[in-house]
């Protein structure tokens, strides 16, 4: 399988040689992605997120903190990288923004048990091939230490059809499309949830209110980006 791996990466190297996935500059390393200027200027872009905290989980206070790690602009780079991530097949895209989000959760010097990287729906993972998030969570793993916990949650299917249900309804419906794999208790226990990008933070409540029920009192999240819903 490494093998196999080697062999991949060597023939998208071919297919693709070294250039900065940003801007295009050529880039002397075979392993980078990006430039050193676009390193920099990733580097440089958090953001506050105690606004969407309150907004978005004002009535779920076991959700304790909120990271955003980039400030989302019109054709910037951290938008090129995460278009990489999810449409070109360049899940390695999500370790590097990854680390950059561990390095702000590592500043807070907030102990965590482990992360839990958002699921995607089985027929999204066949397509895509893998889920960015459980990339960009290895990223914050690599960055924090903090052990990733896999296949904890899962994205289940809709055993009926949307289509007659009223909005209050759907709301639900949503609410209940994600469930545990096995009976956890989660007491005591602090989870990072990692995410690709914020919008409306329907998904993300959906999972929270399921940690809820396993009874999770301390429950943070790390996302890239906000986009606007
Ligand atoms: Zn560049």
């Avoid at 880039?27 to 050193?36: G, L, R, W």
């Avoid at 895509?128 to 914050?140: D, L, M, S, T």
């Amino acid at each position: 399988m490494k093998i196999f791996k080697a062999t991949l990466a060597g023939v998208k190297h071919l297919l693709f040689p070294p250039y900065c996935l940003c801007c295009d500059a050529h880039i002397p390393f075979e392993n980078a992605m990006i430039c050193m200027d676009c390193e920099l200027d990733l580097s440089c872009s958090m953001t506050d997120s105690d606004r969407e905290l309150k907004v978005i989980f004002y009535d779920m206070p076991q959700v304790k903190g909120l990271y955003i790690a980039f400030q989302f602009f019109d054709n910037s780079r951290v938008q090129k990288l995460i278009h990489y991530l999810k449409y070109k097949h360049y899940p390695e895209v999500g370790e590097l923004l990854g680390r950059k989000l561990g390095r702000i959760i590592k500043r807070q010097q907030q102990p965590f048990d482990f992360i839990i990287p958002v699921p995607i729906h089985p027929k999204k993972r066949k397509i895509r091939g893998y889920n960015q998030a459980e990339h960009i969570a290895k990223g914050v793993m690599e960055e924090t230490g903090i052990p990733l916990a896999f296949g904890l949650l899962k994205k289940q299917r809709h055993s009926f059809s949307q289509t007659k249900l009223n909005k209050e309804e759907r709301i639900r419906n949503v609410e209940r499309s994600f469930g545990l794999r096995k009976k956890l208790n989660f007491k005591g226990k602090r989870v990072l949830l990692v995410d690709d990008v914020l919008t409306t933070g329907a998904t993300l409540r959906a999972l929270v209110q399921v940690l809820i029920e396993a009874k999770a009192d301390h429950i943070e999240i790390g996302v890239l980006g906000k986009a606007e819903a």
